[in-house]
């Protein structure tokens, strides 16, 4: 019912900066939480970054990039962003939007020494 789409990946140095978009439809959408998850190959899905839907103030973050990402929404809460920050060759990965139990196709981000 909910479809995410991923945009904004790419290629890119150590110590750059990187913003993500996903952009979400469907019925009550904007309601449900929005986060983000990275799979890098032959690892398992990592935790990025949450922000609530009907509190968009209150977000979460995994340890591993607390203090360099943000994640936000629009005000009509369809729009989730991820604003990456000091981005290290680690960061490189797979990273996909999910909102409730839908997931989006993913957006490549790979990051070079």
């Known amino acids: 019912q909910v479809q995410l789409v991923e945009s904004g990946g790419g290629s890119v140095q150590a110590g750059s900066s990187l913003t993500l978009t996903c952009t979400a439809s469907?019925?009550?959408?904007?309601?449900?939480?929005m986060a983000w998850y990275r799979q890098a190959p032959g690892k398992e899905r990592e935790f990025v970054a949450a922000?609530?839907?009907?509190?968009?103030?209150?977000?979460e973050y995994g340890d591993s990039v607390k203090g360099r990402f943000t994640i936000s929404r629009d005000n009509t809460g369809m729009t989730a962003y991820l604003q990456m920050n000091s981005l290290k060759p680690d960061d490189t990965a797979v990273y996909y939007c999910s909102g409730h139990t839908y997931w989006g196709q993913g957006t490549q981000v790979t990051v070079s020494s």
């Open positions: 469907g019925r009550t959408a904007g309601s449900y939480t």
């Open positions: 922000v609530q839907g009907r509190r968009r103030n209150v977000t």
